[in-house]
């Protein structure tokens, strides 16, 4: 069980912070929280065995892992500056920075600003409230700047307008990222590592179910013999010696077959032997080339681990997103903790019929029913497929699985073989 002891100064939050974690509990979102209420000026969340300290009023000799700062009289900051000032100082989080178009919330990561943009604010305590809700969830903190946004403009109009049990939903009360590609960040003079990117060719998710991503030609060269028709090949050693070739071989098996194959990371090699698409995390989006990945014609698969990073990705206009990791994984070392399955079909709400998505980490066969019943276009699976006793036997078993009814996608030539 997660606590939040909160100063009894925020006690106009209260009836939001209740409301907002028993929805959680209705979602399965998270552990419970138990709230109590101190004469202290600053908020502490305990998770996990963790403790953060966070004020929205605070002296600037205290020593806090947050300070928000989300009152403001003019003349305002501009964003250039606010930007710089974040960039800086890994504690100050801005919300509702006024802009003449509407508002900017900005976070700390990794040496630089982020931020999202919307054109209406929303109320000032629900947005408080889930910022502090979200964070004893043990959301991030960029999903719980965004979330605290979506959250607050729910009350714009109709407190229940785009929320379900007070949980945001609906994608029109999130903010955008601020990205190259937003189309108001050089007037609103957002400093961007990316490059602005057209939309990325689309793959097609009623071609999209079972996604075995695999970390050899010959495995993939397996695969397409049993039918698959939508892998990726991962290499995780960039000095692995055969890697041009294998990318080489993939790329061409993959064309014989007719079948999507997707290159993890090495998008160099992918453009130079014209694959059918390439795969990137989100680390990837200020390094990689975009511009000549989508110029060369090839799908983009973009990771995302939560609500900053989907919509993030959105902005980007790629073929697909994937989601994760849903359950516990050996596989790959990941910056974020699992997802489970109540966040997933939130995400997948979120994103609903704009993007293929696909929902990657420690799924199995067990588990692949309830992963597909979120309404994902597609299932990665690892070991369920490279460690079984009969490798044949899991992908027929997963096929069987995956499939939607006839009015939501065509059957796949796989399963066109056991309906006969």
Not at 84 to 108: I, R
Not at 356 to 377: C, E, F, H, K, N
Request: glycine share 6%; aromatic share 8%.
């Amino acid at each position: 069980m997660g606590m939040i002891t909160v100063p009894e100064s925020l006690a106009p939050l209260r009836r939001y912070l209740g409301s907002l974690f028993a929805s959680a509990q209705r979602y399965q979102l998270g552990q419970p929280v138990e709230m109590v209420w101190t004469a202290e000026s600053v908020v502490t969340i305990e998770v996990d065995g963790r403790a953060v300290h966070l004020a929205f009023q605070f002296e600037a000799r205290e020593v806090l892992d947050y300070r928000v700062r989300d009152q403001w009289q003019p003349p305002y900051p501009s964003l250039g500056e606010m930007q710089q000032q974040v960039a800086q100082d890994p504690s100050l989080v801005v919300c509702g920075l006024p802009t003449e178009q509407g508002c900017v919330d900005l976070w700390h990561h990794q040496g630089e600003a982020r931020a999202v943009y919307c054109r209406q604010a929303g109320s000032a305590e629900p947005q408080r409230a889930m910022l502090l809700a979200a964070l004893a969830l043990d959301y991030p903190l960029e999903d719980a700047v965004t979330l605290a946004r979506a959250y607050a403009r729910c009350y714009l109009h109709d407190k229940d307008e785009g929320c379900v049990d007070s949980w945001p939903l609906e994608r029109a009360l999130f903010p955008r990222p601020l990205t190259a590609n937003h189309p108001d960040a050089e007037a609103l003079g957002w400093a961007s590592k990316e490059v602005a990117v057209a939309p990325f060719a689309k793959a097609d998710p009623a071609q999209m179910a079972l996604y075995p991503v695999v970390d050899s030609a010959a495995w993939v060269a397996r695969l397409l013999d049993m039918g698959v028709t939508l892998t990726q090949l991962r290499i995780k050693d960039p000095a692995e010696p055969t890697l041009d070739l294998q990318i080489r071989q993939v790329v061409a098996a993959g064309t014989e077959a007719g079948a999507q194959v997707y290159i993890n990371d090495y998008w160099q090699q992918a453009i130079a032997n014209q694959a059918y698409g390439v795969h990137l995390g989100q680390e990837d989006l200020e390094t990689a080339d975009l511009v000549a990945i989508q110029q060369a014609g090839l799908r983009l698969g973009l990771s995302t681990h939560g609500y900053y990073e989907i919509l993030r990705a959105a902005e980007f206009r790629p073929s697909y997103i994937a989601l994760g990791h849903i359950y516990p994984t050996t596989t790959k070392q990941m910056p974020s903790k699992p997802q489970g399955l109540s966040r997933l079909a939130l995400y997948q709400r979120l994103i609903g019929q704009d993007f293929p998505t696909v929902a990657i980490g420690g799924i199995d066969l067990p588990r692949a029913d309830a992963v597909w019943q979120t309404g994902v276009s597609s299932v990665a699976v690892v070991r369920a497929i490279t460690q079984a006793d009969d490798p044949q036997a899991a992908v027929d078993d997963f096929y069987r699985r995956l499939v939607r009814p006839e009015s939501q996608r065509p059957v796949p030539k796989k399963e066109l073989a056991y309906a006969e």
